[in-house]
């Protein structure tokens, strides 16, 4: 009997996401496939935290999909793909928010003038990670949308700090001070809460 | 008979893409529109730089950096006579340039202030350079002073006109007579002028050697018709020779 040829490491290997973006550059449009199920759960769960109801969410996810196909050559695949594919999500979801007067059409934000000193300790937030879930789970939606944004990304996405200011086309530095006001704002919140009913 | 709606997410995008519903732009669309930017962006500084260099060419074609050298008084006349219009329109433009670099990423990881402060001293410094280190002013003033200017020319004369009495500042002042320490002198720019009676400081340095014909620039209080001069300064330098 012969033996069959054992199959090197590398073709059992799961592409990167890049790689499967150059494939669907190059017309493999199956291998966007493959990218949608890796993001789908993802931006769904993303969706949720500014948009209520299931239906809409789940057309802006394929909306964002749609507009990521259509721009998916102006991707540079030496980047990383998951804050590209998050920021066209979020770009998506912003402007349903806008068309539903819940987001400000124009404001300033001072944040962006200055900069601000961040240091980014992947420690604390390891430490920190289920307490601030369990407050995002429960005060969020009181959050004005620009601190909601940096909460989900940085807790429930697990995204570096780059990675955001990238999502939010910001300066790293913004990104480190909404965090910190809207962890602040978090706990004001559970406080408050705290005090009127007890530990219910 | 018709095909049923896939239910899945990605069916349906895949359905979309197989049926040509929806198609990827070409690479050269995303290359042409960062070129496109881009070429508006350097017009949109080019400008900046050019309005820059004409807050510059105000000030200098006026003789208003003389003001400086009176001290608080001069300073605040400076204040007075700045280009401000000019200068706001520049400030319009520089921010229209920032919100473009924006749109790249070096652009938006750079804190709004700072990448305005860094574009705004860039741009001002080049429209320094380009008025007081070259002679392309210069070469359009002269053409201001034809009897039938151009284009160029009649824009360019916009940048200077006689200062009018009541204002304190006698600013090009052709000398044309002397009496003691009172002089006669015109405020003149392309064929207007404006008549001044001037008394000078007795102590002044200069008023010894002034001469009919020379150009002074004066700062000063204005009572009854007359300019009684704070101190007479070197006349504004005009156009730098060829």
Redesign the interface.
């Given at each position: 009997m012969e033996d069959s040829p054992i199959p090197s490491p590398s073709s059992f290997a799961v592409p990167s996401d890049e790689t499967l973006v150059s494939r669907v550059?190059a017309g493999e449009?199956?291998a966007?496939?493959a990218l949608?199920?890796r993001y789908?759960g993802k931006l769904l769960r993303y969706g949720r935290k500014f948009v209520s109801d299931q239906e809409d969410i789940?057309d802006l996810?394929?909306d964002a999909?749609?507009r990521a196909?259509?721009?998916?050559?102006?991707f540079d695949t030496s980047l990383r793909f998951s804050p590209w594919m998050y920021r066209i999500a979020h770009n998506v979801f912003v402007n349903r928010l806008k068309q539903q007067k819940r987001f400000p059409l124009t404001y300033i934000d001072f944040d962006?003038?200055?900069?601000h000193p961040v240091y980014e300790d992947p420690t604390e937030r390891e430490r920190e990670q289920e307490e601030m879930r369990v407050l995002i789970e429960q005060f969020l939606q009181e959050l004005s949308p620009k601190y909601r944004e940096v909460l989900v990304l940085n807790y429930l996405e697990n995204m570096a700090y780059k990675d955001i200011?990238?999502v939010l086309?910001?300066?790293?530095?913004?990104v480190g001070i909404r965090l910190r006001r809207a962890k602040e704002a978090l706990k004001a919140r559970y406080i408050k809460h705290h005090e009127r009913y007890g530990n219910t | 008979m018709e095909t049923p709606k896939p239910t899945n997410l990605k069916d349906a995008v895949l359905a979309k893409i197989q049926s040509h519903d929806i198609s990827m732009r070409p690479r050269i669309f995303y290359t042409l529109r960062l070129v496109g930017l881009f070429i508006l962006s350097v017009a949109v500084l080019l400008l900046s730089i050019l309005i820059a260099n004409y807050v510059s060419f105000s000030i200098r074609i006026n003789g208003h950096d003389a003001l400086l050298s009176y001290g608080p008084q001069g300073f605040l006349a400076f204040l007075h006579f700045f280009p401000w219009p000019i200068l706001v329109l520049d400030v319009f433009f520089i921010a229209v340039l920032q919100h473009m670099v924006r749109k790249f990423s070096f652009g938006y990881r750079k804190p709004v202030l700072y990448l305005f402060g860094i574009l705004f001293l860039v741009i001002i410094a080049a429209g320094l350079v380009l008025d007081r280190e070259t002679r392309v002013n210069d070469s359009f003033y002269e053409g201001a002073g034809r009897a039938h200017p151009s284009f160029v020319g009649m824009f360019y004369r916009r940048f200077h006109a006689p200062h009018r009495p009541g204002s304190g500042v006698c600013a090009n002042c052709t000398i044309i007579t002397i009496k003691g320490n009172v002089l006669t002198a015109e405020d003149r720019a392309f064929g207007t002028s404006t008549s001044r009676t001037i008394v000078v400081p007795e102590n002044d340095p200069l008023l010894p050697s002034l001469k009919i014909g020379d150009i002074i620039f004066v700062l000063g209080r204005e009572a009854s018709g007359t300019l009684y001069a704070f101190g007479l300064r070197q006349g504004p330098p005009g156009p730098r020779p060829k």
């Open positions: 550059q449009s199956d966007f496939g949608i199920e789908e789940r996810v394929q999909f749609i196909y259509q721009n998916i050559q102006s962006l003038f200055v900069s200011a990238d086309s910001v300066p790293i530095g913004t | -």
